[in-house]
């Protein structure tokens, strides 16, 4: 099992580049089998979720030429099937977005239902409320999340929470549907822009994205693109926290400033400075930070996905913090992790209270899913002495070549996969 050995204390100073958003580029390849026309994908992140995603796309037919780690190309003419399951593919939380594409270009579609990382309860009824509301038939049976109509139809869907996926899913399937959708309370995520700005540039009609109204007429049929991801802002975050904690001064290139501007705030109010570029943020950090209050909550807001990194800038702060999470019920699971690591923090109920200690101590600890495992890197580089973070198999779900990117910042960390390798390290760097 791979693992991430850490030997904290040393300040970041350099360049890194963010790869293309996580998050967008599953619905963007989901959305891609829509058309029978070629479509081409750049600034596609290398991470372990894309790659289980274009292999579900092929195995349903559709042909899949990574032109480069970087760029695919997806033709959807070949699909013959629309049955989309296997061990993989239940593992991860976006193979919803198949349904909203297969169920938009042919009416059908038999999903496994979605994993994903374990922070809570991920409920789908805001997905099939708006699919029944266009007029399909939902079901779920046998771990498959079915969906079939006639003749899918716009029509008016409010959502009674603001979901990503369900925003993304209803607009995919209602790209294709006959006439007008209305999607009420949308999310307004930059991703969800992302995904239709695709969709628009295959020919569908989608207006208001970005807005908590969405407005889609659909159209019969879409046409080949070539498309550039929007860059990761949740790895640009993470890097950006990674300074805040070691201190240091580090340029975060290919990134829109815009789409970080609760993440930044942030750091302003815990003492770093941020300064914003065109397509960059630069962060200057002298390690010593304050303590403030921060509430997940849908963009604009503060993006759950940066809520551990946060904790974790916050566990070494100065005086007490809280960190409430609004969106996801547990999201603290890697509390008792930071804990071992010196941090003390009380959750109660969905806040987590913090006292900042001056320094965190090296420790084992296991990455409980995506973000918090990203988190406990951060933490192993600010603390003293070696930290070996395990299940790295969640952090590479979401973080392209993160040891490299840190390591050319000047952090010492090393991916290793058995104990001696770790113990070389150890001795590398003692
Ligand atoms: C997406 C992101 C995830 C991020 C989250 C919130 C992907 C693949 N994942 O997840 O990284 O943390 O947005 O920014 O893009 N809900 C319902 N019913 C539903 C759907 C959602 O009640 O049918 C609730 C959820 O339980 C949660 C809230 O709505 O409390 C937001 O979830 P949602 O935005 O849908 O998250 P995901 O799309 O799953």
Known sequence: MEQYVIKGGSPLYGEVVIGGAKNAALAILAAAIMTDETVTIDNLPNVRD????LHAIEEIGAHVERVNPHKVKINGSFIQDVIVDNEFIRKIRASYYLIGALLGKYKRAEVALP???DIGSRPIDLHMKGFRAMGATVDISHGLFKVS???LKGTHIYLDKVSVGATINIMMAAAMAEGKTVIENAAKEPHVVDVANFLNSMGANIRGAGTDVIRIVGVEKLHKTEYSIIPDQIEAGTFMFAVAATGGDVLVKNVI???LEATTAKLIEVGCQVEEFDDAVRVVSNGKLQHTQVTTLPYPGFPTDMQPQMAVLLGIASGTSTVTESIFENRFKYVDELTRMGAEIKVESNIAIITGVPKYTGARVNAPDLRAGAALVIAGLAADGITVVDDIYY??????ALEEKLTSLGAKIEKVDNEKDL?????KVS
């Open 50 to 53: 894309i790659n289980v995603l």
């Open 115 to 117: 994993g994903g990382c």
């Open 149 to 151: 109509a006639e003749q």
């Open 257 to 259: 400033p815009k789409h």
């Open 395 to 400: 952090v590479e779900r979401g973080y392209e």
């Open 423 to 427: 113990q070389k390290f150890v001795l």
